[in-house]
């Protein structure tokens, strides 16, 4: 079983819709959680932290369920320049250093 | 977040030879980090940077394939060496300040 496991995808919505994508992962110990956004040839980019109490940035929801190790992320009102592949990042200690898991990315592509 | 600044941002190699990866960073950041990227796939972790000390290899990289160089809390080096077709891939270098930052990333073809 993979550590950090996401919806495969792709994703292809029409703008205005709203998506949600979700991400299990298997280390109990697991710290911290983030989302990040991977644009076509280019570098992962943080698009939020997950907080256990939920947190809110414009039309993105992202959300942390501990008990059953699951995070989500929620677009609302869908736009062009949403379209890139959404990986999901969870953290956890080796020894004295924090080693970041990346999930294997869900691809969303939203259509005019 | 702190900048990273990566090159080459591209390279065609012939098998048998190496290229160093640079990455320099706008602030200190106490650990670096290199990872590989596979099309369509999520990035794996080669090593983890430590300034002063050897780098910390992941399950399956080794030193003598990837040696890496963390000369001081701004700069990294990545080498693949004696390359092969397999090699070919995305490599990206990372850093931790509040939130982990990527460099450009470096797309890597061995012919």
């Known amino acids: 079983r993979k550590e950090v496991e996401q919806d495969p995808g792709p994703f292809n919505v029409p703008e205005g819709a709203t998506v949600a994508f979700n991400c299990t992962y298997s280390?109990?110990?697991?710290?911290?959680f983030f989302w990040y956004r991977q644009d076509c040839r280019k570098e992962p980019k943080l698009l939020m932290s997950?907080?256990?109490s939920g947190n809110e940035d414009g039309r993105f929801t992202a959300q942390l369920n501990r008990a059953s190790q699951y995070i989500s992320l929620l677009i609302r009102d869908s736009k062009l320049s949403d379209s890139a592949t959404y990986l999901c990042?969870?953290?956890?200690?080796?020894?004295?250093?924090?080693?970041?898991?990346f999930g294997s990315g869900t691809q969303l592509t939203v259509l005019p | 977040s702190a900048v990273i600044s990566q090159k080459p941002s591209r390279d065609i190699c012939q098998r048998g030879t190496s290229l160093t990866i640079q990455c320099q960073v706008d602030?200190?950041?106490?650990?670096m980090f290199w990872y590989r990227q596979q099309p369509g796939q999520s990035l794996t972790l080669i090593a983890t940077?430590?300034?002063?000390?050897?780098?910390?290899?992941e399950s399956g990289f080794v030193i003598d394939k990837f040696p890496i160089s963390r000369p001081n809390l701004t700069f990294s080096t990545l080498t693949v060496s004696n390359m092969s077709p397999e090699d070919s891939s995305i490599y990206l270098c990372?850093?931790?300040?509040?939130?982990?930052?990527f460099g450009q990333g470096t797309r890597l073809t061995v012919v």
């Open positions: 990372s850093g931790e300040d509040t939130e982990a930052f």
């Open positions: 940077a430590n300034q002063g000390s050897e780098a910390t290899y």
């Open positions: 602030s200190q950041v106490t650990m």
């Open positions: 990042v969870v953290t956890s200690s080796s020894g004295s250093a924090r080693q970041l898991t």
């Open positions: 280390n109990s110990a697991s710290q911290s």
């Open positions: 997950v907080y256990s």
